[in-house]
């Protein structure tokens, strides 16, 4: 027999519950149907990014100067290590060859003796350390046995290091393609931000770069500040005529100059050898961490880690290649986070 049961209602609890995600989902989805899309960053937006980017992007460039140098250093060193580790071969040879011609001779005569023998079989460790055939040495023989005792351990010092050199080359290689593409990943985004503006507003940006630059340039009172020394002065007059050559990291002119680049030229122009990279020219001269006592031509490092320098102009200026898109120009002081000033000897 069919059953008449009624079929069981929805509790009203549940009827409310179901009602409720409904009504929340419908309005869920109504609001997503009418949302705007994201607003487009403004174009002071965008290049405040840019400029963060670039400023990153030079972060690394110092990294990268660092680890270019470090390159060219050990290989320089190997390689004067290399020349004497084959200097030391030919005089080791040399004086081989000494002995084996004064065995050669004893063996002709029919007299070599037994501890030329153990010499031209063994090694001369073992040679000296049996103090019972020293007695039948000359006196030659055992200076020359001496001499060649001396240059093995000379020579197995020197490869030595020369193999320590070459490893902590390869790591310093890496470490350079690594911040090299750093840089350049940095750059990329950049220049990606830059891309999604209008054409219009890039032309405004480089207008307002453009005239940045010129204006740091054309409309600056450096006063009367004295130079540090004459070769500060030298210093600094010949970054004086790099003013408007673009900034490019890794360069050191004549096109172009990164910071450090810019500051080294500067004083090797007036015959002062100083480091490549900002971190280090912080320790080339006795550092003034008072900006009332900068003279003109002191360098002048910023930023917590150091990896900004440029050259003091006098007047609360300074002269420097700040990052990409700009020019070596003049700019206050106080837009940097000023850590001190280094007087070079």
Known sequence: MASHRRPKQPSRTRVTVLTTAAAAAV??????????????????EVKAKVDKLYEQAEQATEKLNGAKEKEQKLQKEISTIQDDVARGQ?????????????????????SIDSSLQLFLSSN???????ASTADQLSAQQVEALKKIEEKQRE??????????????LSATRAAFVAQKKAVQAKLAQAQKLLNSLTAAERAALNADQSRANRDANERVDLGNGTAASGRAAAAFQWAQGQLGKPYSYGATGMASFDCSGLTSRAYAAAGVTI???????????T????????????????????????????NGMVLHAPRTGTVVRYESIGNMPFQFGVRVG
């Open 27 to 44: 309005a869920i989805s109504a609001q997503a149907a009418n949302a705007a899309p994201s607003e487009k960053p403004s174009k002071d």
């Open 90 to 110: 030919e005089e080791l040879n040399t004086l081989r060859d000494s002995i084996g011609l004064a065995a050669a001779a004893q063996y002709r005569s029919g």
């Open 124 to 130: 001369p460790d073992d040679y000296l350390d049996k």
């Open 155 to 168: 020579l197995a010092q020197e490869r030595a290091e020369a193999s320590g050199k070459l490893k902590d």
């Open 275 to 285: 480091p490549r990279t900002s971190q280090e020219q912080a320790n080339a001269g």
């Open 287 to 314: 550092r003034i961490y008072s900006e009332s006592q900068l003279r003109v031509g002191d360098l002048v490092l910023f930023y917590g880690d150091l990896h900004h320098v440029g050259l003091y102009a006098g």
